[in-house]
């Protein structure tokens, strides 16, 4: 089930506009999907709940604490909108472009429930909601920002699904900013730091037939259960997965077992990114004791840390482009390279 809704903080934006200009219960989007995409599209890959969702609910604080520099090009975009504008961040962390431009309004939303409520600490307007499935009104906002978003997205289809979204809650005229990071990276030595993804489930999978067969290593892929009427859940996620690898639906992960080392070093684009936890942030509320002891983080005693596996498709020149090109209403109107991320500016037609 795609998390949509665990809570909605809506208040007066200065009082300039009132939450039911936003969305309606009518427009409210039901979890398990909606008429305009395929219920594949709609659904969350297990390894975007494993490692994108579910690490960023364990590491919300210290990723946070790491997260205040402004990139000068999203802070360009930012401050070149009229004033008055409604902008509409998507996956917007711990809030750090929220109220940038003082004479713009924004609404951030972001699927971790930890880090919305450190952006509703900080009294900004956010909710809890999904990049692919966006809970606003068509044509709401006067620009939307995607910062470092789409790389998290396991498939084209969702990451094409989330450029979709944002499209579509801007008005005529309005204009979408997102940024993702580049394979081409300016620092070539962070790839050595990364896992190639088809490396890790070469060692986890018996053999590459479809469905593939899980080994019994000890080491499983599980995540952490912040209740008992989620660790059923995730059991039964579990279960599904040591039988097959279907719901992960990424074709490269299949892939790239079958081709030679060069060719996939050459055209790697998903990884492990590894995020490390200090032993003493790492003990609050216990979870990652708990996921230490599923297997799903690992201690790294030289460093002091707990280390969390984080999933990214890294994009390749002009691939972002491609994905834009041929959504409806839509032109490209800028693209460039800054800080080892592929950008590009949308405009709805």
């Keep these: 089930m795609i998390q949509v809704f665990s809570g909605i903080t809506a208040r007066n934006l200065r009082g300039a506009i009132h939450a039911s200009n936003l969305y309606s219960a009518q427009d409210m989007v039901p979890a398990e999907g909606n008429r305009s995409c395929s219920s594949s599209v709609q659904s969350t890959p297990e390894i975007e709940k494993k490692y994108v969702h579910r690490v960023y609910d364990a590491i919300a604080p210290h990723f946070s604490a790491t997260r205040f520099a402004k990139w000068p090009k999203v802070a360009e975009f930012l ?34 429930p930890p880090l ?27 620009a939307a920002i995607s910062i470092a978003v789409l790389h998290h997205l396991s498939t ?4 094409r699904k989330a450029i979709e979204e944002l499209i579509r809650v801007v008005r005529r005229g309005g204009l979408v900013l997102i940024t993702v990071w580049a394979r081409e990276q300016e620092d070539k030595s962070l790839l050595n730091k990364w896992t190639p993804l088809c490396e890790k489930y070469n060692e986890e999978w018996v053999d590459q037939s479809s469905p593939p067969v899980r080994s019994q290593s000890a080491t499983l892929l599980e995540s952490i259960a912040e209740t008992d009427e989620d660790a059923g859940v995730m059991k039964q996620a579990d279960d599904r997965l040591k039988k097959c690898h279907d719901s992960m639906e990424d074709k490269t992960i299949a892939a790239c077992s079958n081709t030679d080392t060069d060719e996939k070093e050459t055209n790697q684009q998903e990884y492990f990114v590894p995020w490390h936890l200090p032993f003493h942030r790492a003990e609050i509320g216990g979870a990652s004791a708990a996921a230490l002891e599923n297997g799903f983080a690992k201690k790294d005693e030289k460093k002091g840390t707990v280390v969390y596996n984080r999933y990214y498709h890294v994009f390749v020149e002009g ?26 500016v949308l405009e709805k037609l």
């Design 156 to 159: 084209d289809e969702r990451r």
């Design 79 to 112: 401050n070149s909108l009229r004033p008055g504008s409604v902008v509409l961040d998507a996956g917007c962390g711990n809030g750090k472009y929220l109220g940038f431009n003082p004479d713009c309004f924004f609404i951030g939303c972001d699927i971790s």
């Design 319 to 344: 691939e972002l482009q491609r994905l834009a090109s041929g959504i409806k209403n839509t032109a490209i109107v800028d693209q460039f390279y800054d800080k080892s991320n592929w950008c590009i």
């Design 116 to 142: 919305i409520e450190i952006c509703a600490g900080r009294g900004h307007e956010v909710l809890v909601a999904d990049a692919v499935n966006l809970p606003y009104r068509d044509n709401f906002g006067d």
